[in-house]
């Protein structure tokens, strides 16, 4: 390596090291270059054994799940898991793991602290596997909580244990062994002895990786995406407010202009009446009194009648318990179906579609809080509406899909335009309808635009939704890399991101918008917003869709941020942040550019492996605040659903 070279290289070493420090301030995040300079290059590790550095020291500092071998215990094998269960009694094992999970999601989702809920469950038991894991959990900070494997613990709990007068309550230790057992073989690497590797075994994988090219070790890694999709699809639980708000603003709202909507009503909620014979406000109330019982009282078991004198309508109760549950004997034959589909480590939607099982007629056991009010009051809500209407008729159904996708864009349109009113840093919003009449050349021919673009500051985001979700194999861990690359390449890299590049060209050739000049020094931001089932943020998912973006953009550089997929769930934290930098007291050094938020975001994609903006905040010690929207919108209607 020649000197100059050298020199770069410790300059670019020494601005990541200051990059990776608390920042001071509020958002004073500044891309290399100075604050508003030319985007930084896309950074990318020289070598494989770079790369290979780079991946494991980020999943190093990320909590570790704990495994058998951690604490020194032995794997129990799903036969000898099956016959500690068959003596079990099945409700109050199934009780046991529905509270330990609802009130992990609840901690997950609020300011309380799941590690706590974890330690005190553990300081319950007396056994070794108890005391082992809370000393990982209190002194280590590891996990023993993953959804996965506590939904892989109910279902074989529902599989294996007893009905019998004469079944025992399970053993806490032994309940804590077989999870730690069933996490241990959810995480195992083919080619391992055992669930920790040695050093001989991490060091053989390093020999057998590609060391050729970066391109080359890409395609090793993509193997493991489709695991990866389905984990993170299966561990993220939403916080309730955001559920509540989120269902009032896309159900009760009128439809779109555009759509069209005959049959469904003035409403998505009257098109749900329409389909079900149920009003959504009764069900929704139904779900809140669930919600709220769980929440404070760890409640998992209910019953017509306190649900009844609680205000929730006979109707919406039949409706759960003819839709939203099944008995035991139906769960076990939904179950042996999905053993039959295939792997069952991530096949959960057995359980989102039925998160009840019926004792009998007047009696509900819920599996997991998130759910529960996931399928009673937020986004499955869509399948229930949609699979009664194409019953109807499917032209019925069709129209309701298509004017759900419309209403989904609508939605992600307030959100923006409410981040623009309020967030420093940008300018100007504009939308689709006005883009593409300020530059229609041709009556004929229509241009190609995204649904939005944000400007200010020299930056141009240009942004686009898709109400697309991952396809149902894939979300299981049932698909290909293939099939689900297949899918990325139509929707996003031959769709989506045609359609924003087609976006910065006019907005180049048209010199800007409305005195927001853009010219060869502006830096670009190319994003695609997408539902919370949508593709997740992965490290080496967010890592192949970079890599395909940067062939549609890389002509831009080195004016273009990584171009990438966004959560309206992340959408909606850059609305609260927005609010969170108003709440502050303004003093010096005390930063509140919304676009250097967002563009220090996109530059740490690449350059620190920050994925989403949730994990950008949370390592620089931010909060995760709820907008002022959120908040007075779920305040609104708990208010109306805790009436009668």
């Known amino acids: ?177 077989i999870l730690l057992s069933i996490t241990s073989e959810q995480n195992s690497v083919p080619g391992f002895a055992g669930d920790v590797p040695t050093p001989v075994e991490i060091a053989k994988i390093k020999r057998e990786m ?44 009128p439809w779109a202009e555009k759509s069209k909507t005959t049959g469904l009503g003035a409403t998505p909620a009257e098109a749900f009446k329409t389909g079900t014979g149920v009003e959504l406000l009764d069900l929704l109330r139904l779900g809140h009194r669930i919600v709220k019982r769980s929440s404070a009282d760890q409640q998992v078991r209910f019953t017509r009648d306190e ?106 349109g307030g959100v923006l335009h409410r981040i623009a009113s309020k967030g420093k840093g940008m300018q100007k919003i504009v939308d689709e309808a006005e883009m593409q009449a300020a530059w229609t050349e041709k009556k004929d021919k229509t241009p190609s635009v995204c649904d939005w673009m944000l400007l200010g500051e020299g930056h141009c985001v240009v942004i686009d939704a898709t109400n697309h979700a991952v396809k149902a194999d894939a979300a299981q861990g049932l698909a290909t890399f293939e099939e689900f690359a297949a899918d990325i390449d139509k929707i996003y890299v031959e769709g989506k991101f045609k359609q924003l590049l087609s976006t910065i060209d006019l907005v180049k050739k048209h010199g800007g918008w409305d005195g927001e000049v853009v010219n060869e020094d502006t830096n670009f931001v190319p994003l695609v917003v997408i539902p919370d089932t949508g593709v997740p943020t992965g490290i080496i998912t967010n890592f192949d869709i970079t890599e395909r973006g940067r062939k549609v953009f890389q002509h831009l550089q080195p004016h273009v941020y990584p171009a990438g997929l966004i959560t309206v769930s992340d959408v909606q934290l850059l609305e609260g942040m927005a609010d969170f930098a108003l709440s502050m007291p303004q003093g010096p050094g005390t930063d509140r550019n919304m676009m250097k938020l967002l563009a220090g975001w996109r530059h740490a994609v690449v350059s620190q492996g920050d994925s989403s903006l949730q994990v950008f905040l949370h390592r620089r010690g931010f909060p995760l605040p709820l907008s002022r929207h959120i908040l007075d919108i779920s305040r609104k209607i708990m208010k109306l659903l805790d009436g009668s």
């Open 210 to 253: 590609p060391r050729n090219s970066l391109e080359e070790l890409l395609e090793y890694a993509r193997k493991f995406i489709p695991d990866e999709v389905a984990s993170n699809l299966y561990n993220m639980p939403a916080k309730y407010e955001m559920v509540l708000s989120n269902t009032y603003d896309l159900w009760f709202a």
């Open 1 to 177: 390596m020649g000197k100059g070279a050298r020199i770069r290289r410790e300059r670019a070493e020494k601005r990541e090291q200051e990059a990776a420090r608390p920042m001071r301030g509020l958002f004073g995040l500044e891309p290399q270059g100075g604050p508003f300079g030319a985007a930084p290059r896309w950074k990318q590790p020289s070598t494989p054994d770079e790369a290979f550095q780079q991946m494991a020291q980020f999943m190093q500092s990320m909590p570790q799940l704990i495994v058998c071998g951690r604490l020194g215990l032995k794997p129990l094998s799903e036969m000898q898991r099956r016959e500690l269960l068959s003596g079990a009694d099945l409700f109050d094992a199934l009780e046991t793991v529905a509270r330990l999970q609802g009130r992990w999601d609840i901690a997950f989702t609020t300011t309380q602290r799941p590690d706590l809920v974890e330690a005190e469950f553990l300081g319950a038991g007396s056994g070794e596997a108890c005391r082992r894991a809370r000393k990982r959990v209190t002194e280590h900070h590891d996990l023993l909580i993953s959804p996965r494997a506590t939904a892989q613990l109910q279902r074989e709990i529902i599989e294996s244990a007893s009905v019998q007068e004469s079944a025992e309550p399970i053993d806490r230790n032994t309940l804590v062994h």
């Open 307 to 412: 649900l009844v004198a609680d205000g929730v309508t006979d109707a919406a109760i039949d409706y759960l318990i003819g839709h939203m549950a099944l008995t035991l004997d139906e769960y076990r034959k939904a179950l042996a179906a999905d053993r039959e589909a295939g792997d069952i480590a991530h096949q959960r939607f057995t359980f989102t579609q039925y998160p009840f099982i019926a004792v009998d007629d007047s009696t509900i056991v819920m599996i997991r809080h998130q759910w529960a009010m996931e399928r009673l009051c937020g986004a499955t809500l869509y399948h229930e509406a949609w699979y009664s209407l194409s019953a109807q008729s499917r032209g019925l159904g069709d129209r309701f899909k298509n004017a759900m996708n419309e209403a989904f864009e609508v939605f992600v």
